[in-house]
């Protein structure tokens, strides 16, 4: 078992920054699998970053890639999304996400179905 603890959303007006944090409560070098995930009203769960965090590999989605960036503090087992030039579509609920173990079926990264622990989200709104 897993927490997730999501801080740092706001408002902003457009072309702003945020830094997003996601604690996890366990050493998150253990951790297969991180991602983090945006829902809009009335639209679909959108996953557009992940991270393995043992190698810092990571994917990004179309609609965030230069813009977003993922990073990891070991030491505090926290997880960071650094959003720029934020645009008002970014506006939505965001979640950090995370798949404990590797397991045997294939996945996509940036799908809900690959992780199991989520955490509360927390809210950004991008203003223009």
């Known amino acids: 078992q897993v927490q997730l603890v999501e801080s740092g959303g706001g408002s902003v007006q457009a072309g702003g920054s945020l830094r997003l944090s996601c604690a996890v409560s366990?050493?998150?070098?253990?951790?297969?699998?991180m991602g983090w995930f945006r829902q809009a009203p009335v639209k679909e769960r959108e996953g557009f970053a992940s991270?393995?965090?043992?190698?810092?590999?990571?994917v990004y989605g179309d609609s965030v890639k230069g813009r977003f960036t993922l990073s990891q503090d070991n030491d505090k087992n926290t997880l960071y999304l650094q959003m720029n030039s934020l645009k008002p579509e970014d506006t939505a609920m965001y979640y950090c996400?995370?798949?404990?173990?590797?397991?045997?079926?294939?996945?996509?990264?940036?799908?809900?179905?690959?992780?199991?622990?989520w955490g509360q989200g927390t809210q950004v709104t991008v203003s223009s």
């Open positions: 996400a995370a798949r404990l173990l590797r397991g045997w079926e294939l996945i996509t990264v940036l799908s809900a179905s690959a992780y199991g622990y």
């Open positions: 366990t050493y998150i070098s253990s951790i297969y699998l």
């Open positions: 991270i393995y965090p043992s190698s810092g590999a990571t």
